[in-house]
């Protein structure tokens, strides 16, 4: 008979195969005491540890690199900065010197109390980066052990096609190398849809349900599967009905995957003559080569906060080498370059972040915007090496997190003071390089109108608008059903947004996940929005739902569902504005 799991759809896709339950060695954790004069050694012994460790993340990172044209690396540069942080590295080495213990003991009870600490802050950034130390801990603890486990990937099959991997939970390591022997696709009893975890899985393409409860215990090793990623389903020893449905599903996805290159060279024009501007986010080369082929309009969004990742801050020269070259790279696509956002969520210790750890809602703290006005001199550095960039191509500058007008003001008086700045050097610039803000805050919003007077544009970055206007933290699996896009409140935010940057006379545009995903691209176009900025990897996705749509009928349907007086329906917004697609 037939069993159906219900869980997070993470990563779109069917996978249909045989299951194999992945096993974890936990590694036995003792505590011993060593002599004094043994110290030196076992510092010694878990520094080594930690050089194999940082060994191994960096060849995974670079191979990631070199098979997905996404900044997935970038999650296991996270875990390498991690083994040099000072809440693990020098607290360890300390606590090794002062109680004379094991190197495996003092990372553990280092580990209960930074998780402690994050516990204690009950904080949606906060708790993601709880599991990255444990994930980091664990590695090196496998490293000083002599067990299996120190082997990554030991357990798992060297081949794993048409093989869906069921665990408990994986680290992104993991994920990477079952990406790397070809599995169909993972289910997993912990996660939601914004952990680390799942982000990878979208980024490889692998089908993926997280979050379905006791599926180890539940699903047998050898037995057919069917996975759902688009819907969160598994179903096990489906009937034949059901595998028939989804070989078609398959082969219906295989033939659409085919009919987006189709489209690759069409330009990004509805049914009804309306041009759309495709642009893509992105952060490495790969990701500015791969929207230049796909004739993307532009860069949305050009993250920076990877040059302040690497150690100390980058300097203006350094910076200004990154942002020149990506301008030259596009070769006159226009590139808008995001300004430090760097938070409780994407930390370095070479920046002060004491106040945001220990604060009592990260979150909502002292992040992106509101951290460089208050190290100016580091902000400084940055505009500087922006205007200098701006005479190599079109640029515009994106400021990430505003909520009010005071603050877009604080960042016109940096700008002159950087521009007289060069003035002084006589290095040149563009005087008129646009400046434009993020509308991430509610609050932000509803003060378009304040804010909107001092900006030439604005992007919506939806990821973070809709956790703080539902109140739905996105990374935690027990809420993770309520960070809905379809929220009539969340819907009706955005309309006035557009509208309201309509009537100021300024481009607005979309850089969240929401812009990428195809499933919200009519529902965005019935808003009014005409620039979508998403990884390069979804233009053809999107591209391909906007030359299938007519606007003016979007706009009809919207319309009347918003004025209509109570729900009279069993279909969802989005199957409303599909079907209006289908009407003379």
Not at 91 to 105: G, L, M, S, V, Y
Not at 275 to 297: P, Y
Not at 400 to 420: D, G, H, N, Q, Y
Not at 569 to 576: E, G, K, N, P
Request: proline share 4%; charged share 25%; hydrophobic share 40%.
């Amino acid at each position: 008979m037939t069993l159906a799991l219900n869980g997070h759809a993470v990563a779109r896709g069917i996978a249909i195969g045989r299951c194999h339950q992945a096993e974890r060695n936990e590694i036995e954790i003792g505590e011993y005491r060593i002599g004094p004069d043994e110290v030196d050694n076992e510092i010694k012994r878990y520094r080594k540890a930690v050089d194999s460790a940082r060994d191994q993340l960096m060849e995974l990172a670079d191979r990631i690199k070199m098979t997905v044209a996404v900044p997935a690396s970038e999650i296991i540069q996270t875990h390498i900065l991690m083994l040099g942080d000072s809440t693990i590295r020098q607290n360890t080495e300390e606590r090794i010197r002062r109680e004379q213990c094991n190197a495996e003991w003092a990372l553990q009870t280092q580990l209960e109390q930074v998780l402690s600490e994050f516990r204690n802050m009950d904080d949606d950034y906060i708790r993601t980066r709880g599991e990255d130390v444990t994930q980091v801990v664990r590695l090196l603890q496998s490293k000083l052990s002599d067990e299996t486990a120190s082997k990554p990937g030991y357990s798992i099959p060297d081949r794993l096609a048409d093989t869906l991997v069921i665990a408990s939970e994986l680290t992104p390591g993991e994920l990477a190398i079952l990406h790397e022997r070809g599995v169909a696709g993972i289910v997993t009893e912990h996660g939601g849809p914004h952990s680390h975890t799942a982000i990878l899985a979208g980024s490889f393409g692998i089908p993926a349900v997280m979050g379905v409860r006791h599926a180890q215990g539940l699903l047998m090793e050898g037995e057919i599967l069917v996975l759902d990623g688009g819907l969160g389903v598994v179903y096990a020893d489906p009937d034949e009905a059901i595998r028939k449905h989804y070989q078609q599903v398959q082969r219906d996805t295989k033939s659409f995957r085919l009919s987006l290159e189709a489209v690759r060279e069409e330009p990004a024009t509805s049914i009804d003559g309306s041009a759309i501007s495709l642009q893509a986010n992105a952060e490495r080369r790969e990701e500015l080569e791969q929207a230049r082929d796909l004739h993307a309009s532009g860069v949305g969004l050009y993250r920076t906060e990877f040059l302040y990742l690497r150690g100390e801050p980058p300097d203006e020269d350094s910076q200004f080498a990154e942002y020149s070259g990506a301008i030259r790279m596009l070769n006159g696509i226009p590139l808008t370059i995001r300004t430090l956002d760097l938070g409780a969520d994407k930390s370095t210790d070479s920046l002060d972040f004491s106040q945001l750890r220990h604060g009592t809602n990260p979150a909502l703290g002292l992040r992106a915007i509101r951290l460089c006005l208050r190290e100016t001199d580091l902000f400084k550095i940055q505009l500087r090496a922006i205007l200098r960039a701006s005479v190599d191509g079109p640029v515009r500058c994106l400021i990430p997190m505003l909520t009010t007008a005071r603050e877009i003001i604080m960042v016109r008086s940096l700008f002159e003071e950087a521009k007289k700045e060069l003035d002084q050097r006589d290095q040149p610039y563009d005087p008129m390089l646009p400046v434009g803000g993020m509308i991430e805050v509610p609050a932000a919003a509803m003060a378009l109108k304040e804010l909107g007077r001092h900006l030439d544009f604005i992007s919506v970055g939806t990821n973070d608008l809709l956790q703080y206007t539902l109140a739905a933290d996105r990374v935690d699996e027990q809420v993770a059903h309520l960070y809905d896009p379809q929220h009539p409140g969340f819907v009706r935010l955005l309309r006035y947004i557009f509208r309201e940057a309509d009537s100021l006379g300024i481009p607005a545009g979309v850089c969240g996940e929401v812009a990428g995903d195809w499933r919200y691209t009519r529902l965005l176009l019935a808003l009014g929005l005409r620039e979508f900025s998403m990884p390069p990897s979804r233009i053809l996705e999107v591209k391909q739902v906007v030359r299938k749509t007519h606007i003016p009928k979007l706009v009809a349907a919207f319309e009347a569902w918003i004025h209509s007086p109570g729900d009279d329906t069993d279909m969802s917004l989005l199957q409303i504005l599909d079907e209006s697609q289908l009407k003379n």
